[in-house]
């Protein structure tokens, strides 16, 4: 009973954010460490910037490791979870952020582009559900990234779109697999958000144009992003199961 009662209390649940060295990802982190949770921050090769992160988040009195793993390597997430689970304790919440986009019209694509974009998205999401599905916490929480380009269907993201469906797909299934377990499955679909990545090689017309797009009239901001992953990660969510959350401004 008494150790059914420490996994409750915020202060002793742990989180692991998948591609979290900056961005939306770091934001994330930030969230949940506010939220009371010790955070790893997960990252595929950036180490300074995940340090950066680590070193910002206990700066501020937060408990935060980084630790690196490409995601689409299984025995890499097993690592991940070792890692963890041996620094910070069993895992409670997984937050799958961790992705790559690159927009190109389907007749332009490369076979390489195509294997890449698979690779980190779908598969990474799979290695690090399968992973999960026997080493978080019974009632623990997970996030999944999807973007609303799966519904706003623009052209030059058809790569990049059927991975964020599959991982749609993926997730509802998966909430349903863990019946028993009362661990929640949900996902998140941004909009277009102010990072570097999104803003990267766009002109300022590009960019004001995206902005133009949602009635709020505005990109999104990676505190946007994170707000609505701590709030499905959390327990005023608790009665949120499968289901997928569009944040976006009112874009679609």
């Known amino acids: 009973m008494q150790q059914a ?3 409750q209390t915020s202060s002793t649940r742990v989180a692991i954010v998948t591609g979290a060295s900056r961005g939306i990802g770091a934001a994330v982190t930030q969230r949940l460490a506010e939220d009371g949770y010790r955070v790893a921050v997960n990252y595929a090769s950036n180490v300074a910037e995940a340090d950066k992160t680590v070193a910002a988040l206990r700066a501020a009195g937060h408990t935060a490791i980084a630790v690196q793993a490409d995601v689409s390597q299984a025995d890499q997430v097993r690592a991940l979870f070792d890692t963890v689970e041996r ?75 059927a991975t964020k469906a599959a991982v749609e797909s993926m997730s509802q299934i998966f909430a349903k697999e863990l019946r028993g377990r009362r661990i929640r499955v949900n996902v998140v679909a941004p909009g277009p958000v102010a990072t570097e990545l999104f803003l990267d090689g ?51």
């Open 5 to 7: 009662s420490a996994q």
């Open 87 to 161: 620094e910070l304790g069993k895992v409670d919440v997984l937050i799958n952020n961790a992705g790559i986009l690159k927009t190109v019209p389907l007749a332009d694509s490369s076979d390489e582009l195509f294997q890449r974009t698979f690779a980190i998205n779908v598969q990474g999401t799979f290695n690090t559900l399968r992973e999960a599905a026997t080493r978080l916490n019974d009632g623990g929480s997970i996030v999944n990234f999807s973007t609303s380009v799966v519904g706003l269907k623009l052209p030059g993201y058809t790569i990049y779109s």
């Open 202 to 252: 766009k002109t300022p017309e590009q960019i004001a144009h995206f902005a133009s797009l949602p009635p709020l009239e505005r990109l999104g901001e990676p505190r946007d992003i994170a707000n609505v992953v701590s709030f499905l990660a959390g327990p005023d969510a608790a009665w949120v199961n499968g289901q997928v959350l569009r944040a976006n401004g009112g874009v679609i």
